[in-house]
Nanobody, 123 residues
Framework: QVQLVESGGGLVQAGGSLRLSCAAS????????MGWFRQAPGKEREFVAA????????YYADSVKGRFTISRDGAKNTVFLQMNSPKPEDTAVYYC????????????????WGQGTQVTVSS
C-alpha cells in the first residue's frame, strides 16, 4: 500500500548538517505514522525518530534529541529527517518506515520500509 524511497544521504563533517528525504507513494500515506531507523555494521537496527499522520506528534530516541528533527509534508508525500550537529556515532544506513496508527519506536511494528541511504559522519 505504501512505497518508500530514501535520498539525501552522503558524507558530512561532524558538526555540520544533513537532510534526509523519504518520498512516499500510495493513497493511504497521509494516514500512516512515519519513522526513521538506522543500522550500523555489526549493530542492531535502532529507532531514531517518528511522526504521526498529521505531523502534530513526534517521538525521538534519546541519542538524537535536540539534534535531529523529523517532519512531513503531506502535500508532497515526503517525510524528512534534519540532522544537525551529527557525530561519527551517527554513521549508519538510515531507513524510512511506515505503519498504520500512532508513532512507535519498535521496528517490528512498521510494515513498510525503504531501501536505506548511507550516512557517514567524518571527524
Amino acid at each position: 500500500q505504501v512505497q518508500l524511497v530514501e535520498s539525501g544521504g552522503g558524507l558530512v563533517q561532524a558538526g555540520g548538517s544533513l537532510r534526509l528525504s523519504c518520498a512516499a507513494s500510495g493513497r493511504t500515506f497521509s494516514s500512516y505514522a512515519m519513522g526513521w531507523f538506522r543500522q550500523a555494521p555489526g549493530k542492531e537496527r535502532e529507532f531514531v525518530a517518528a511522526i504521526n499522520y498529521s505531523g502534530g506528534s513526534t517521538y525521538y530516541a534519546d541519542s538524537v534529541k535536540g539534534r535531529f528533527t523529523i517532519s512531513r509534508d503531506g502535500a508532497k508525500n515526503t517525510v524528512f529527517l534534519q540532522m544537525n550537529s551529527p557525530k561519527p556515532e551517527d554513521t549508519a544506513v538510515y531507513y524510512c518506515a511506515a505503519r498504520p496508527g500512532p508513532v512507535d519506536g519498535s521496528s517490528q511494528r512498521y510494515f513498510y520500509w525503504g531501501q536505506g541511504t548511507q550516512v557517514t559522519v567524518s571527524s
